[in-house]
């Protein structure tokens, strides 16, 4: 029976004795007002643990998409580490994130540096609930490792495999639920709470430390029942009606106390009034029960309709908050920012998801774009090897057979200097060399060389210049011109030209390279500098490349200062790179900054120690021809007594030996009588700007990464050893 018929029964009984009448009005009333509190009470806690739980759901697919990191798929807790980092700056409501095992001992901690001992994770209760059940897991309230403040765990598995391997957890701040408590702008007097499992408080108005247990009475209801209403003390001592309600996601309940005198007296005031009423004229009461029972029956009906429809897949309408009623129009504002705070949630999972959907499609086709450009030239190596095999020396296949292995190597190493340039600069791990020199010389010299060394006919790039002046890395603006000159030549005909041309704008250098092929399409103009985009291929891939050259022309450009740009008219009408670097007044002395010339090492003795035994004979080999005399050693031990009873000029160091590091016999030889007679080269995988360092403080002369290439071998060992002949 709806509220509007019990009204007017109630009408229709003033026929009864105005005493009995007066009596059961009364009492009704006072049960009503008390039941449209109760009603407002619980509707409110619905809507608020609707709202924690679409926070803590919001939070859980964070997490899902931190867990499909590629660093942790991959198993590099340091790559993890960085995103860890990352993610935590764009959660303003994270506190820490934590990697665990499943026995759980923290791996990482964003919270901690990386390198830290960590201990294991805390609120092991939620760790074996996570360990049972393998499913996502929010934890207690609890003190964490950073500062001793409190935060709430929520755990994520990771299963690899089919096995649970580790933990995923965000700390949350408490204060993030605070404020969804603060929002509801409760009345002068009222409290509102939220406890976890264990019945402590995660936020509260008025607030109370975390440490502190919810009242005696709020306990025994919550024992009682996961949803009710009863009259209590607060853990201030206060008389209150309490309305609870536990959330099936978390297990957390929220408690929202109104005054006991407040729900009395609004209750005894309409009893009073109906009292009165009920002596007035039956047709003043039955006008007076229509109105209130519309008023009532009306919003409340549409307040109902539209919690049903929370957490539905359609979109609901907005409550109307317009009544007189004050409970429920707070209702009705409750549900209101409920509706939108999921609907907005579910517009942010889409989005997610959208953008992991994109980045998987990215990874899997830059996967299938290195994959293609590692086997071409592994395929030409692997048969140009076999022709060396069984060819007689002297032949001219057996030459034609070195030439590719020459050129196939060149590509994979240009191959992986890209992706470690890449790597570099978007780290910010690149360092930049600035000097002065002029544009056009430099982009010249580029070109000349490469139509000597046969890399481009003669002809194929035309060059038109003017003297300009940059501070900037010479190596590094050799390698913009290099990847754009190398961009133009696979997307335009053999027969067409290249044209470069350099100029002064202002107080800007301009470097244009066009070409007269394929052309770019308007859409990819925004996107053609991103990391992997390339413009439409065939099956063939033909032109080759994996998308990272214009990335990388962007991002040092950048780093220099300047600005990059494309642009094209259309298809197969070429297109028009365009690079603006501040110029620099020309300098006084121009042959300041010349490249040195190499000079020619003479016949040394060379110590070589690597551990690897091909790239060992390989280089033995090279350097024997080079016209030195050279030893080898394995190992570390080996090293040092080749050095200490053969005395070399130069030892040509790896880093990763099998009994000690490289840096360990650095410092050994340096102990020794060999100090200031013998070079000392690194020569290794590592190239990092700390790597460099380490390398240089254990009293190497020189660090070189590989791969490292006969030339730049020779060229290094010339200017060492001219330097130290002129010191001595």
């Not at 570390?636 to 130069?650: F, I, M, R, S």
Request: charged share 25%.
């Amino acid at each position: 029976m709806t509220l509007r018929s019990n009204l007017f029964l109630l009408v229709i009984g003033t026929v009864l004795p105005v005493t009995a009448l007066a009596l059961v009005l009364g009492y009704l009333l006072v049960q009503q007002e008390k039941e449209t509190f109760r009603k407002g009470a619980l509707d409110r806690n619905r809507a608020f643990m609707t709202a924690v739980d679409a926070e803590i759901r919001g939070h859980l697919t964070t997490l899902q998409a931190l867990a499909a990191a590629r660093s942790l798929e991959a198993h590099d807790l340091r790559a993890f580490y960085d995103d860890a980092q990352r993610v935590l700056a764009s959660q303003p409501d994270w506190r820490n994130i934590i990697l665990a095992s499943a026995r759980g001992q923290q791996v990482v901690n964003a919270g901690q540096p990386v390198d830290a001992t960590l201990p294991r994770n805390s609120d092991p209760e939620s760790m074996e609930r996570l360990a049972r059940t393998l499913a996502p897991t929010v934890g207690n309230i609890t003190v964490g490792g950073i500062g001793g403040k409190y935060g709430i765990p929520i755990r994520l598995p990771i299963l690899r495999k089919g096995s649970f391997t580790h933990v995923l957890t965000a700390v949350i701040e408490p204060d993030a639920f605070g404020r969804l408590i603060r929002a509801q702008n409760l009345p002068q007097g009222w409290v509102s709470g939220l406890v976890d499992v264990t019945g402590h408080f995660i936020a509260r108005v008025p607030p109370r430390s975390p440490d502190q247990m919810a009242s005696r009475d709020f306990l025994a209801a919550l024992r009682r029942s996961n949803e009710g209403w009863y009259r209590g003390l607060t853990v201030e001592g206060k008389d209150t009606f309490t309305a609870h309600k536990a959330s099936e996601l978390t297990n957390w309940t929220v408690g929202l106390a109104i005054p006991a005198s407040e729900v009395n007296a609004a209750a005894h005031r309409a009893a009073w009034v109906m009292g009165a009423g009920a002596l007035a004229t039956l047709v003043l009461a039955l006008a007076f029960a229509f109105v209130v029972g519309r008023r009532i029956s009306k919003p409340m009906a549409e307040v109902a309709s539209a919690a049903r429809s929370l957490g539905q897949n359609t979109e609901s309408a907005d409550v109307a908050s317009d009544t007189g009623i004050t409970e429920i129009r707070e209702v009705a504002q409750a549900l209101n920012e409920a509706a939108r705070a999921i609907r907005e949630r579910q517009e942010l999972i889409e989005r997610e998801q959208a953008t992991l959907r994109a980045a998987d499609r990215a990874k899997d086709e830059f996967l299938a774009m290195l994959g293609h450009e590692l086997r071409n030239p592994l395929g030409a190596i692997t048969t140009s090897a076999h022709v060396l095999r069984i060819a007689k020396p002297g032949d001219p296949i057996a030459l034609q057979a070195h030439g590719v292995i020459e050129r196939q190597t060149r590509h994979m190493t240009r191959l992986v200097e890209d992706l470690l340039d890449v790597s570099r600069v978007t780290t910010g791990k690149i360092e930049l060399r600035h000097e002065v020199f002029d544009l056009a010389e430099l982009a010249n010299r580029l070109i000349t060389t490469r139509e000597h060394t046969g890399q481009r006919r003669h002809g194929r790039v035309s060059l038109t210049s003017v003297p300009v002046w940059v501070n900037a890395d010479r190596a590094r603006i050799e390698q913009v011109i290099s990847n754009l000159i190398d961009n133009a030549d696979k997307f335009s005909p053999p027969d067409k030209t290249i044209r470069v041309d350099i100029a002064q704008d202002g107080e800007e250098a301009v470097l244009e390279v066009s070409d007269e092929g394929e052309g770019i399409a308007g859409e990819m103009l925004e996107r053609i500098f991103e990391l992997f985009v390339q413009g439409p291929r065939g099956p063939d891939r033909a032109g080759g490349g994996m998308g990272v050259g214009l990335a990388l022309v962007r991002r040092l450009v950048e780093m220099h200062g300047g600005a990059v740009s494309a642009s094209s008219k259309g298809h197969n009408k070429g297109a028009t790179f365009t690079i603006r670097l501040p110029a620099v007044p020309k300098p006084a002395d121009e042959g300041a900054n010349a490249p040195p010339v190499d000079a020619s090492t003479g016949a040394r003795r060379i110590l070589l120690v690597e551990d690897i035994e091909d790239a060992r004979n390989m280089m033995y080999a090279v350097l024997t021809l080079e016209g030195h005399d050279v030893r080898v050693a394995a190992d570390g031990a080996a090293a040092l007594h080749e050095a200490t009873t053969w005395k070399p000029d130069v030892v040509l160091l790896d880093i990763g030996l099998p009994d000690m590091t490289g840096y360990e016999v650095a410092r050994r030889m340096r102990k020794s009588e060999l100090e200031g007679s013998v070079q000392l080269v690194a020569m290794t995988g590592y190239g990092q700007a700390e790597d460099k360092r380490r390398a240089y403080e254990a009293g190497f002369d020189l660090h070189l990464t590989k791969p490292v290439s006969p030339e730049v071998l020779r060229d290094a060992l010339s200017e060492l050893l001219r330097e130290h002949d002129a010191a001595h």
